[in-house]
């Protein structure tokens, strides 16, 4: 069955950097467009970055764009999400997602990210 | 961006209602829209995906409707498993946008 496992997540300094992993099985993973979402505690979900399957295409949120970046190894079955300069409103359950047809289909658990000084 | 403005923020019905939440674009998305459930502590679950079809596993009380700008998530009968947030997401275009939620609470 398919499987998403995010990691990474933990408690970081503001300024400072986190790379986010989502592990994925159960599919050919080089076929499907990947995606992050998060949700700050007590909020709503809000996008953050899809990778196309082929990597060959990649978009942010405003939010984000500049400061994070998207990455995916085929070989490794994982897609990444590299975020620099964080700041305390990016403190947030991190979910990745497999799209199918346009459509968020499958998530992971989440991993919890934690800007604090 | 687009943005998607769904109501009530909240509501509060009881089992066997029939509760419809809307959700509306800023700009014509056709039919790009998805609806999507999330409980406490879980992941969000595709309930819906092109406005209207129904995401296989789905119990068919829930239903979708609309296209270009206004869009609505219709539960027939309430079950008690279905008190949860819902959320609407574009895919209109990058980057993609979610509604900020509605919260579907016990009466």
């Known amino acids: 069955q398919v499987q998403l496992v995010e990691s990474g997540g933990g408690v970081v300094q503001p300024g400072r950097s986190l790379r986010l992993s989502c592990a994925a099985s159960?599919?050919?993973?080089?076929?499907?467009?990947m995606h992050w979402v998060r949700q700050a505690p007590g909020k709503g979900l809000e996008w953050v970055a899809v990778i196309w399957y082929d990597g060959s295409n990649k978009y942010y949120a405003d939010a984000v764009k500049g400061r994070f970046t998207i990455s995916r190894d085929t070989s490794k079955n994982t897609v990444y999400l590299q975020m620099n300069s964080l700041r305390a409103e990016d403190t947030a359950v991190y979910f990745c997602?497999?799209?199918?047809?346009?459509?968020?289909?499958?998530w992971g658990q989440g991993t919890l990210v934690t800007v604090s000084s | 961006a687009i943005q998607m403005t769904q109501s009530p923020s909240s509501l509060s019905a009881s089992a066997g209602d029939r509760v419809i939440i809307t959700c509306r674009a800023s700009q014509g998305i056709r039919n790009n829209l998805g609806w999507y459930q999330q409980k406490p502590g879980k992941a969000p679950k595709l309930l819906i995906y092109a406005a209207s079809s129904l995401q296989s596993g789905v119990p068919s009380r829930f239903s979708g409707g609309g296209s270009g700008t206004d869009f609505t998530l219709t539960i027939s009968s309430l079950q008690p498993e279905d008190f949860a947030i819902y959320y609407c997401l574009q895919d209109y275009n990058y980057p993609r946008t979610f509604g900020q939620g509605t919260k579907l609470e016990v009466k």
């Open positions: 159960g599919f050919t993973f080089g076929t499907y467009g």
């Open positions: 997602a497999r799209e199918i047809q346009q459509w968020l289909v499958n």
